[in-house]
């Protein structure tokens, strides 16, 4: 197996940092558009609470249930520590301090557009949640494990069960009306954003050794 040299290693760096970015931007962006009460997106966003009201009401449990496991005590902590935990008994402690690292930034940049924009949550929401409805902490929260597990296990069905992860949570934070639809859409740009960003920062290491167990497996 040829090992990446550490300009390949740069240049992939270099390439996750701009597209980073750019996804960092358009977070930013769709936040600023739904502040305009004129803006297309806040009719977009009234229809599809409304029509999430009655598409597939027989999962709402399951939202439900994706409302404790993408945040609070759960998705802040518990879920990051054991990912991190796993991956260090597997010998990828590059990978274990990525994890940490990249959940980290996303929950600090969630807070940080909360604060900024202070958006109002839906008037029908169902479950309890802190301030600010953008973006959603819990999409955010499965954007950026997603993205973390792509990275570490650059398979096409690991891509896909990621996708499919932070699309039902997203899903669920509207059904359960914890949030608008651009909250979701903008809060899983902002997770990929950020992993792409802590990804560019320390490529080296990551590739490395990805690469090291990828031989030795």
């Known amino acids: 197996m040829t090992v990446p040299t550490h300009e390949h290693e740069i240049g992939i760096g270099l390439r996750l940092a701009v597209i980073g970015a750019i996804?960092?931007?358009v977070a930013v962006a769709t936040?600023?558009?739904v502040?305009?009460?004129d803006s297309e997106l806040i009719d977009l966003d009234a229809w599809w609470n409304t029509y999430v009201a009655t598409f597939l009401p027989g999962i709402r449990p399951v939202s439900l249930f994706m409302n404790v496991a993408g945040a609070g005590v759960v998705g802040t902590?518990?879920?990051?520590l054991v990912g991190a935990a796993l991956l260090a008994l597997a010998r990828r402690?590059?990978?274990a301090v990525f994890f940490l690292v990249a959940s980290i930034a996303g929950a600090l940049f969630v807070q940080l557009l909360k604060g900024l924009f202070g958006r109002v949550r839906p008037e029908d929401i169902l479950v309890i949640s802190d301030h600010g409805s953008f973006p959603s902490g819990h999409t955010a929260n499965a954007a950026v494990i997603a993205t973390v597990a792509v990275i570490l296990f650059p398979r096409v069905w690991v891509a896909v069960v990621g996708l499919a992860w932070t699309l039902l949570m997203a899903f669920s934070r509207t059904q359960v009306h914890a949030?608008?639809?651009t909250d979701?859409?903008?809060a899983l740009v902002l997770g990929v954003a950020t992993t792409l960003l802590v990804a560019?920062?320390?490529i080296v290491p990551i590739v490395r050794e990805r690469e090291r167990r990828l031989s030795v497996g």
């Not at 902590?77 to 990051?80: D, F, K, S, T």
């Open 23 to 25: 996804l960092l931007i």
């Open 31 to 33: 936040g600023i558009a």
């Open 35 to 37: 502040e305009s009460t």
């Open 77 to 80: 902590y518990i879920v990051p």
């Open 93 to 95: 402690p590059w990978g």
């Open 179 to 181: 949030h608008w639809l």
């Open 184 to 186: 979701t859409l903008g």
């Open 200 to 202: 560019a920062a320390m």
